[in-house]
């Protein structure tokens, strides 16, 4: 799953000649973002220091990994880098990126840093300088190309991304730590199966006017899901209703798709699903009662084990627990025997379980006699 | 004010989207192993803040000795010596770039709910010892695969604390503090949190169409080059029909735990006969000194002492009552899990024949 442009040229970067000798590749990079680095340096973002610094946007360090032939990287983490920015000049602190860096890297060994990050599309000198910082041999990238990721946070624009690489340039020796020429690369974002799940609930807060949604339970997301496929479907019905009333025009390439989509119904007959289906509901149900009668059970057997050896109250509560049993002890054998022949490996082991587990409350009542 | 705030207690958890998406991903790369880490955050007046979090080291298995996997060391990680360190200086660094520098907890990842073990209780201990204000994240990450997040928040009840600090499990002890196992833990509803900012980054992605007219396709292959984004929310994925092995899973762990519930008794049982044999044998000597001493008496001499049977033998002691509570607790967690499976699939099955039967 991505959200990615869809064709993008690829320019290549001039090289400096003293790097050639390094195997230096200049050939197509592509950024792969994940969707928690973004969302990292958006929080960053928003807990700025505003008060000691002119500048309006953030740094920090792009963590990840990169795969073997250095044309695709994948940002996976990130984190924050304190700086200070005004008209003349830029501080970052180096110690603390690499202590954090040491210590992001201890979590993760099999991450290196990839590049940096900044929130405002504006590529000047000081861009230039950080980026050199970060492509150096020392203390940077080299000689893989230090990646340069910004991201728009400027209120009333769009949030995007872009994201570049660097190559050396500059129109005399000594400008040359403070200017290079950036090159755009594609990027896109990322995500994997198991952060969909994730990425709903934060998208159902994004829906909400207070800005935050519970994490609901599996069968309120069911019925949630349930709703939006039937309005789905109200829809496409409308569509096709007003095709049929020849309110609108047809569209074949449509018409193709919904045809194929009806036919995967499988044939079977009527008295087959019927059948399947009460065989399967019962098997579900036998399952979700056997559970109960467990928990049941349990919750006696915890009961009993505490309230006993108590002589002098004993009598009423050894007769509530008494009763109590009696009933359970009926479900619980039935229960047993359905499990049984369900599973039958199982059997043996949990009928004799069962057994044991009826004895257990019994010990203590001769003890105490 | 603060007086106010540090006496209020916790009702509800507020986590940021960042820190369910890193939570997410750290337990989902570490899968099957378990994979813990820390939380940082605030407490606002009840509900604890989570706003940020970081992963504990990762331990190299082949370096430390083959004894441990990596999962126990893992667990094993929020309390352990070097991790407390790295906390620290974690912290310290996240305070220079105004991330909350408070320490809210810990997080665990889990499969099927199976994260009830003492481990977790030692964590938590570990942890609430220090500070009231801490809870313990567990993300399910099997449960998630279906789709919806299953992220909880747990902290110990304070009865348990002081049963825990004291170490008493006996029979008595239970029975006089009225703790059961329904009492270890105190759940605490879960809310997802997004910053202004980040709530209209999430209103592009996927990128709303841009006019309200969509072209008409020209053919299938257009409709299958450019398929439709689904929005992350709701999720389709709930809608699954292949619910079966998830519930199959559950029953496997629920029998595992009724195993080590047999066990449990067992040992309690064996005790119990123990305790019963000595007692036996305690009153016969005793009965024999009274006799004994009858007979002295009566031949005028001093009676031996009586209580030496305090000396002699030995009364065994009471296996720990903990680790039958945490299973009881755990067959309780995986019955009420069967409950919502079977819930979720039986209404997916009725929607399936009404679909293939119609009336």
């Known amino acids: 799953m991505a959200v990615d442009q869809e064709s993008f040229v690829h320019l290549s970067r001039p090289l400096a000649p003293n790097v050639l000798g390094f195997g230096v590749s200049n050939a197509p990079l592509t950024v792969n973002i994940q969707p928690q680095a973004v969302f990292s340096i958006i929080d960053h973002a928003v807990r700025r220091d505003d008060r000691d610094t002119q ?27 304190p700086h200070t920015e005004n008209e003349d000049q830029v501080e970052v602190d180096v110690e603390y990126q690499k202590n954090m860096l040491a210590l992001t890297l201890k979590a993760n060994p099999r991450e290196t840093l990839l590049g940096w990050y900044t929130t405002s599309h504006e590529l000047n000198s000081f861009s230039a300088l950080i980026q050199n910082f970060f492509a150096s041999p020392e203390t940077g990238t080299f000689p893989h190309p230090a990646v340069h990721l910004t991201i728009g946070t400027e209120a009333g624009a769009t949030i995007d991304t872009k994201t570049y690489i660097s190559a050396p340039v500059a129109v005399s020796p000594e400008r040359a730590a403070e200017s290079c020429l950036f090159i755009e690369v594609p990027h896109k974002l990322l995500f994997t199966d198991a952060e969909r799940g994730a990425l709903g609930s934060v998208a159902a807060a994004a829906d909400a006017e207070s800005r935050s949604a519970p994490v609901v339970s599996d069968i309120e997301n069911l019925a949630q899901a349930l709703e939006t496929v039937s309005d789905l479907l109200e829809r496409v019905s409308g569509f096709v209703g007003e095709v049929l009333d020849e309110e609108r025009d047809g569209n074949h390439a449509l018409g193709q798709y919904l045809m194929n989509a009806l036919s995967l119904a499988p044939k079977v007959s009527n008295l087959a699903i019927e059948n399947d289906f009460n065989n399967h509901i019962q098997d579900v149900l036998m399952v979700s009662y056997l559970a109960n009668t467990i928990r049941t059970q349990i919750e006696l057997s915890q009961r009993l084990a505490t309230a006993k050896l108590d002589e002098g109250k004993e009598g009423g509560e050894k007769k509530d627990g008494e009763g109590a049993e009696g009933d359970k002890k009926t479900d619980g054998q039935r229960g047993q025997r359905g499990q049984g022949g369900k599973r039958g490996g199982r059997s043996g082991g949990a009928g004799g379980r069962g057994g044991r587990e009826q004895r257990e409350p019994r010990e203590p009542r001769e003890a105490a006699e | 004010m603060a007086e106010v705030q540090k006496d ?184 997802v949190h997004n910053s202004h900012l980040l709530t209209s980054f999430l209103h592009q992605i996927p990128a709303p169409p841009k006019s309200a007219e969509i072209p008409m396709p020209a053919s299938l292959d257009d409709i299958r080059r450019d398929p439709v984004q689904i929005p992350a929310h709701p999720g389709f994925e709930s809608l699954d029909l292949s619910i079966d092995p998830f519930l199959e899973k559950t029953c496997d762990l629920l029998l595992d735990s009724i195993e080590s519930h047999y066990t449990d008794l067992n040992n309690h049982q064996y005790y119990q006969r123990q305790l019963t044999r000595e007692q036996f044998k305690i009153t016969q000597w005793q009965a024999k000194r009274k006799a004994e001493n ?11 002492p009586e209580d030496e049977w305090q000396r002699l033998f030995k009364l065994p002691q009471e296996p720990s009552r903990l680790e039958g509570m945490l299973n009881a607790r755990q067959v309780d967690q995986y019955a009420r899990q069967v409950d919502a499976f079977t819930a979720n699939i039986t209404a997916k099955m009725f929607a399936v024949r009404g679909n293939l039967l119609p009336e």
């Not at chain 1, 996976?76 to 880098?81: D, E, G, L, V, W």
């Open chain 1, 55 to 81: 500048s309006t946007r953030v740094i920090g360090a792009l963590v990840g990994v990169r795969s073997e032939d250095g044309s695709e990287v994948e940002v996976r983490s990130t984190f924050a880098i």
């Open chain 2, 294 to 304: 009858a007979a002295r008496l009566a031949a005028k001499q001093s009676p031996l």
């Open chain 2, 8 to 191: 209020a207690p916790i009702k509800s958890v507020q986590v940021e989207a960042l820190v369910v998406m890193k939570i997410v991903k750290h337990c989902s790369t570490s899968f099957p192993t378990v994979a813990t880490g820390s939380i940082v955050g605030m407490d606002n007046n009840g509900a604890i803040e989570v706003t940020n979090s970081f992963q504990f080291p990762s331990v190299d298995v082949s370096s430390s000795d083959s004894h441990s996997d990596a999962s126990s060391l893992a667990a094993a990680a929020p309390r352990a010596k070097a991790n407390i360190v790295y906390q620290n200086e974690m912290i310290r660094h996240l305070k220079e770039v105004n991330v909350d520098a408070n320490n809210v907890g810990w997080y665990t990842s889990a499969t099927m709910g199976n994260f009830i073990n003492m481990s977790f209780i030692e964590n938590q201990y570990h942890y609430q010892k220090e500070n009231e204000k801490t809870v313990a994240l567990v993300h399910d990450v099997s449960r998630s695969s279906q789709g919806a997040l299953s992220l909880r928040a747990f902290k110990l009840s304070p009865e348990f604390m002081t049963a825990y600090k004291e170490a008493k499990f006996t029979t008595e002890s239970l029975r006089n503090s009225k703790l059961t196992y329904k009492d270890i833990f105190v759940e605490l509803p879960v809310n």
